[in-house]
């Protein structure tokens, strides 16, 4: 049977959403319904962005676990720093999680506009990330930003930077629609010429719902070979919300003979 791992992020990118609002108790309890429920990943905050998750981490470690794997997030080392240097690359280390999942910028505007650096440089924070997250922990998760409206600006370089994360040894390369704009028929045409330009790693989908299409990209994206799907319990997420695993998870199962329970 075909399988899909199933990334729910309801405890970092859910809690986003207006009104939502979660205390550290409240992220172990779904935590542990969540894993009750079979999804294979966890995201349960990013380590060092407030007190809250910092307790979170500690405490995770104390729930024995059936399936889910708790993954921490964060982003590429800053521009000028060393990654051995950053203290939020350290945050990431010392949260002892068995994934570390990281975002790097993928569209060339907000490399330079943002980070302000070069596109090389951007290349090269995405490339010792990666390196030395799978150096401190089993499973690094690779989430390019904007990586569709990357895609459409400067095919070449989103491109770029996923191979790098690849070559740099990260587990999965997932391909996020940050802003949500983007509709299924180009979500499966940018895919396909992905993948015959050479990207040969592990392709995941991270889907926002602007265009309220959140789901159906989630699911063209594994019917074009993306072996993880990221999304939100009830797809909470900020704005128009992420993609709803609610939906996408029975849609996988039901009606396309995907396995996606662990
Ligand atoms: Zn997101």
């Not at 979660?22 to 349960?44: M, N, P, Q, W």
């Not at 074009?224 to 993609?243: L, P």
């Amino acid at each position: 049977m075909k399988k899909v791992l199933i990334y729910d992020t309801t405890l970092r990118d859910g809690t986003q959403a207006e009104g939502v609002s979660v205390s550290v108790e409240d992220k172990l309890r779904i935590t542990e319904k969540l894993d009750d429920f079979g999804i294979h990943y966890i995201e349960g905050g990013w380590p060092g962005s407030n007190p809250k998750d910092d307790q979170y981490f500690k405490q995770v470690r104390n729930i024995k676990l059936k399936n889910a794997k708790i993954a921490a997030f964060g982003s590429t080392r800053r521009a000028y720093l060393r990654v051995e240097d950053d203290p939020l690359i350290q945050n990431l280390i010392k949260a002892e999680t068995p994934v570390i999942t990281i975002f790097g910028k993928a569209w060339d505007l907000h490399v330079i506009q943002a980070l302000k650096t070069t596109l090389e440089n951007n290349l090269e924070m995405v490339y010792d990330t990666v390196k030395y997250l799978k150096e401190h922990t089993g499973e690094v998760v690779f989430i390019g930003e904007h990586f569709f409206d990357g895609y459409r600006s400067n095919p070449d370089y989103a491109y770029a930077v996923m191979k790098t994360a690849e070559e740099a040894g990260a587990n999965f390369l997932v391909l996020a629609d940050t802003n949500g704009g983007t509709l299924p028929n180009e979500i499966e045409k940018i895919i396909k010429q992905v993948k015959e330009k050479g990207l040969k790693g592990n392709l995941g989908i991270h889907a926002h719902n602007d265009s309220d299409t959140a789901v159906w990209n989630s699911v063209v994206a594994v019917l074009n070979g993306a072996v993880q799907v990221h999304g939100t319990i009830n797809g909470f997420g900020e704005r128009c919300g992420n993609a709803n695993l609610c939906s996408i998870i029975p849609n996988l199962s039901l009606k396309l003979g995907y396995e996606n329970n662990s």
